[in-house]
């Protein structure tokens, strides 16, 4: 048996293996069918909730003030707005602002965990936080 050969071999046989493996790490949480909504894992009562979000920026400590209505723990709608007044957290603010709905609504509150929305990532920290409160007070 030839080298080639031989990686072919192992190659194939690496790739069964690591099939295998693959099959049973299906989580129980996946949904039945693709478009299906996740499993909550928390119930919370529908309705409008506001908190204030904070964050370190690299001028300072910044905050956002986060809107959600939920309903059936799911986010119906999402309201921000920033309280920076001049420079880059104003622009990352305002973009984020922009673009946090397209991320949001139509998602499990649950399922929330923004990383980077618009070109900003340090204001995803006060989105998150302040979703933390908001789970913390529609928590039924």
Known sequence: MNITHRRRTAFALGGLSVAATLVGCTPAS????PGAAPASTGSYTDGEYSATGEYQSPGGPESIEVTVALEGNVVTEVTVTGNATDGNALRYQTEFE?????????????ELSVDK??????TSDGF???????KGDADA
């Open 98 to 110: 922009d673009g946090i709905a397209a991320e949001v609504v139509g998602v499990n509150i649950d």
């Open 30 to 33: 996946a949904p039945a069918s």
């Open 117 to 122: 929305v618009a070109g900003s990532s340090l």
């Open 128 to 134: 998150n936080d302040a979703i933390a409160q908001i």
